[in-house]
């Protein structure tokens, strides 16, 4: 069938973009309403305030995107960006433990917020049908039938003309972000609150970029240490484009890092990464550092609600919204936009029950990656069920197992990198290697741990 109709998204950020690219397919005409102006270069914005931050691109995200933008992967490397290998040339501490490197297929990208926005926005804004309306805020539905479906919604230009004006459509998907008004507004309809999860982590982190030089972090290009109970410090260095690394620090539970240049090498010296701290103690900064707050990963369970509108559905960081560390965010919003488009295009009714029940299955996984992780730490509040318990003390177990086996450290890699289910990393001949723990290195092994390249 021809594309017919026309579908509003609210947001033109990653998750609105990813959605448009959804609907196109279906849908003669697809409007993109933001309340920013957007810019015609990478650049951050008001409504992005996280763009400032760093931001890798995980493996499934990457192979969702080359789905969705065939060629994308060689363009955003022409303007810039920079492969890594995930497993090859990253420095991995997992509670303290270095894990052992490996040459790998898992890649990521490293780059700017912006810059993957601006690359994604422009191959949206070209595709038959879309029409991209900056500047402008929206503020409410438009409903018939007492509000059993939503046709259009009202909007407010930004500008000097402040005339509200009203655009009809035969979807309305938010994808405004965690400031999304749809709850108001489906409670002004008269629709029950979705039953709504909240895991409180106070994240705060600091990023700024550095030069990138020959021979820093080792010849690697990226460093990461988590946080762990008793160590609620993390760092992370990443490529950017224009020859940078980013450096993000963070804490949790309310462990702030400084944004002075003495206090930040010396908060990157208490890591387990020595890298990190010898990047910020030579490198020459190419930034100033941005702090920002993040008070608690937020699921809104749509797809438990009995009633719901037609016309209507919320998408991405508006339906979940997780932990920023872990990198989840725009590579759930992809595979998202894999469902909207599939179900799309089987047709049929009832667009929001089929849509909302199949991204909980795709959000239970990263939920339980992010939140199982989170809850390690005794001050979280938050239900503790057996299994969180025992799968956090496998993992931990299995990190110790990875300085020496590499294998279970690719394991753990394709699991937070959303490629594989977590179950496999319960596979009988993994258990066993990582019950027993880590094996002596072989002799080849340890030299090139002493005098790494």
């Known amino acids: 069938m021809s594309p017919a109709g026309r579908a509003v998204v609210i947001g033109a950020s990653m998750g609105g973009l990813l959605a448009a ?7 003669a005409e697809v409007i993109l309403l933001d309340r920013d102006d957007l810019p015609a270069t990478p650049t951050s914005r008001r409504g992005v305030p996280q763009g400032r931050q760093l931001h890798v691109l995980l493996d499934r995200g990457r192979q969702v995107l080359a789905d969705l933008f065939p060629g994308i992967g060689e363009e955003l490397t022409a303007r810039g960006a920079c492969p890594v290998d995930l497993h090859g040339e990253v420095h991995w501490y997992n509670d303290g433990h270095r894990m052992r490197r490996a040459p790998s297929d898992l890649v990521a990208y490293g780059m700017s917020r912006p810059l993957l926005e601006q690359v994604v926005r422009e191959r949206v804004a070209v595709l038959p049908g879309v029409r991209v309306l900056s500047g402008h805020t929206v503020t409410g539905l438009l409903t018939e039938g007492d509000g059993a479906r939503v046709t259009g919604v009202r909007a407010v230009p930004t500008g000097a003309d ?43 982190y600091v990023t700024r970029t550095y030069r990138r030089e020959p021979g820093q972090l080792e010849g690697l290009l990226g460093a990461l240490v988590n946080a762990m109970p008793g160590r609620p410090r993390a760092g992370i260095v990443a490529p950017h484009e224009d020859g940078r690394f980013a450096v993000v620090l963070s804490g949790v539970l309310g462990e702030q890092p400084p944004t002075d240049d003495e206090g930040m090498a010396a908060f990157a010296d208490s890591l387990s990464a020595p890298q990190i701290g010898e990047l910020l103690r030579t490198a020459l900064p190419a930034s100033e550092p941005v702090r920002m707050g993040y008070p608690a990963s937020v699921r809104r369970r749509y797809e438990r609600l009995r009633r719901l509108p037609e016309g209507h559905l919320v998408f991405a960081d508006a339906l979940c919204s997780f ?39 795709l959000i239970d996984g990263p939920w339980q990656i992010s939140v199982g992780t989170d ?37 753990f890699l394709r699991v937070i990198n959303l490629v594989d289910p977590p179950t496999r990393l319960l596979s009988p001949g993994r258990v066993l290697r990582v019950l027993r723990g880590p094996r002596p290195a072989p002799a080849s092994v340890r030299q090139v741990q002493r005098h790494p390249a």
Request: charged residues 25%.
């Open 21 to 27: 690219r959804a609907l196109t397919d279906a849908y």
């Open 162 to 204: 402040r005339t509200e004006t009203t655009i009809d459509a035969d979807l309305v998907v938010d994808a405004a972000g965690r400031g999304s008004r749809s709850p108001v507004w489906l409670a002004e309809l008269g629709y029950p609150a979705a039953p709504e999860e909240r895991v409180g982590i106070d994240v705060t």
């Open 323 to 361: 932990n920023p560390i872990y990198g989840q965010g725009i590579t759930v919003a992809a595979l998202e936009a894999l469902l909207l488009r599939r179900l799309l295009a089987e047709g049929g009714d009832r667009l929001a029950r089929r849509f909302y029940r199949g991204a909980a299955r």
């Open 375 to 411: 809850l390690r730490f005794p001050e979280v509040a938050g239900r503790r069920t057996l299994k969180v318990r025992l799968v956090n003390a496998y993992v931990a177990r299995l990190h110790a197992a990875a300085t020496t086996d590499a294998d279970l450290g690719a394991a």
